[in-house]
């Protein structure tokens, strides 16, 4: 079966700091990693996914994810945050068994303070 | 990518009573979700809305609490049944366009319930 940790449950910064959140999976299998961002009040939108070729992903808004399969690691980064950023983030896995069926980390509270 | 509208966007129930949610999509898609998400807490999936047959549960949940229809491949129903507090969460509908989506997944808005 496959298990998300996402090792912390709160990163405060300040505005145009650079900011990772780290993420890491364990699975029996190969699997597809993704990054979701909730803003409050709303529902998840996708910020990038890692199915395979290059191990570096970029997504929406200037964040980016390496895959790292060694250390089964898919750790999300933005080398400057916005305000804007504020939200919750959530890591996900779906396995290739299964290729649909997400499993969600605990999440990750970013706060960008000025 | 398309719309996905979940209706209604909030509630406050009754302890005891039901509530139906549903969930639009304006196009065709392979496979409709339901998760939940407790106060503070992450994501964890309810079942899995089957086209035509009855949906497929995760373990801890059950069709009696949590009937789903799925009539056609743009619409999907959630009904939690006999509301206690502790069903107080958001519900929120996911959709993978085809079956090479990989769990490329899209959510709806959620639906906030409390259960008083």
């Known amino acids: 079966a496959q298990s998300v940790t996402q090792l912390d449950s709160q990163v405060p910064v300040f505005e145009e700091a650079p900011v990772e959140l780290r993420c890491n999976y364990s699975?029996?299998?190969?699997?597809?990693l993704f990054w979701y961002v909730q803003y409050p009040n709303q529902g998840l939108q996708l910020l990038l996914k890692?199915?395979?070729?290059?191990?570096l992903v970029k997504g929406i808004n200037g964040f980016e994810a390496e895959f790292n399969k060694s250390q089964t690691s898919f750790h999300l980064r933005k080398p400057s945050v916005h305000i804007s950023d504020t939200a919750e983030y959530f890591c996900?896995?779906?396995?290739?068994?299964?290729?649909?069926?997400?499993?969600f980390g605990e999440g990750t509270q970013l706060t960008v303070n000025p | 990518s398309a719309v996905i509208s979940q209706k209604p966007s909030r509630d406050i129930c009754q302890r005891g009573t039901s509530l139906t949610i549903q969930c639009q999509v304006d196009?065709?898609?392979?496979?409709m979700f339901w998760y939940r998400q407790q106060p503070g807490q992450s994501l964890t999936l309810i079942a899995t809305a089957n086209q035509g047959s009855e949906a497929t549960y995760e373990s801890g949940f059950v069709i009696d609490k949590f009937p789903i229809s799925r009539p056609n491949l743009t619409f999907s129903t959630l009904t939690v049944s006999n509301m206690s507090p502790e069903d107080s969460s958001i519900y929120l509908c996911?959709?993978?366009?085809?079956?090479?989506?990989?769990?490329?997944?899209?959510f709806g808005q959620g639906t906030r319930l409390t259960v008083v």
């Open positions: 699975s029996s299998v190969s699997v597809y």
């Open positions: 196009s065709q898609v392979t496979m």
């Open positions: 890692y199915l395979s070729g290059s191990t």
């Open positions: 996911s959709v993978l366009w085809d079956s090479r989506s990989h769990g490329e997944a899209f």
């Open positions: 996900a896995v779906s396995e290739g068994t299964s290729g649909s069926r997400l499993t």
